[in-house]
Structures are given as C-alpha cells and as structure tokens.
Nanobody, 123 residues
Framework: QVDLVESGGGSVQAGGSLRLSCVLY????????LGWFRQVPGKERDWVAA???????HYTDSVKGRVTISTDNAKNTRYLQMNSLKPEDTGRYYC?????????????????WGQGTQVTVSS
C-alpha cells in the first residue's frame, strides 16, 4: 500500500505559478509511473502529465511548455511546476501511481491515488 499526499494548490491570477507536491508514503516510485490528473466538477479526470521510473516525462498538449514534472528521490516526492497558468487549468489535481513503469493517459490503469489539491486560476 502506497499513500500519496498532494499539496501546493491555491488561488492565483492568470499568468501566475504554482508548484504542486506529491509525497509518497509506504513505498517508492522506483520503476513505476507517477501521473498527474485534473478534474473539474461533473467531468472525468483528465491526464495532465506523467513521469516514469527512468525520469522520462510526458505532457498533454495543453500544458506543454508551461508545466514541468520532476522528482526528488531523497524526499520521495514528485513535483508539478505550473507556470503561465490559465483559467482553464482550474481543477482539483491528483497524483497517482501505477504499479508498472508504463505511463498512460487512462486513469483506470493507475492503482494509488491521493486526495487531490485544488487549483483555481482567475482571469
């Protein structure tokens, strides 16, 4: 069992930045893909970014160039640095861990989920 705890969300104006953190408790992300998803009320969770156990990163087109996912192995933490935020980035952000190293845009293949952290971007 791996527990994921997100933090770093908040309310910012368009153009601002936030850094989300995801701490892994009870296990590591070694050899596993960690993803970030965003969800707004009434809609399914949308994939935002992912990093595999080898450090290879993946981003959805709408955030490329604005978002960077990174790892601090000493802290067992993954980060999602978001810059030039837009109102459409608003939502609850979840980090999630798959038991394999294969990253996917499908939420159903991920096993462990955090409780999420809210990001609100105003225009």
């Amino acid at each position: 069992q791996v527990d994921l705890v997100e933090s770093g969300g908040g309310s910012v104006q368009a153009g601002g930045s936030l850094r989300l953190s995801c701490v892994l408790y009870g296990g590591s992300g070694d050899g596993r893909c960690l993803g970030w998803f965003r969800q707004v009320p009434g809609k399914e969770r949308d994939w935002v970014a992912a990093i595999d156990g080898d450090g290879l990163t993946h981003y959805t087109d709408s955030v490329k160039g604005r978002v960077t996912i990174s790892t601090d192995n000493a802290k067992n933490t993954r980060y999602l640095q978001m810059n030039s935020l837009k109102p459409e980035d608003t939502g609850r952000y979840y980090c999630t861990l798959r038991v394999t190293n294969d990253c996917s845009i499908r939420a159903a293949v991920y096993t462990y989920w955090g409780q999420g952290t809210q990001v609100t971007v105003s225009s």
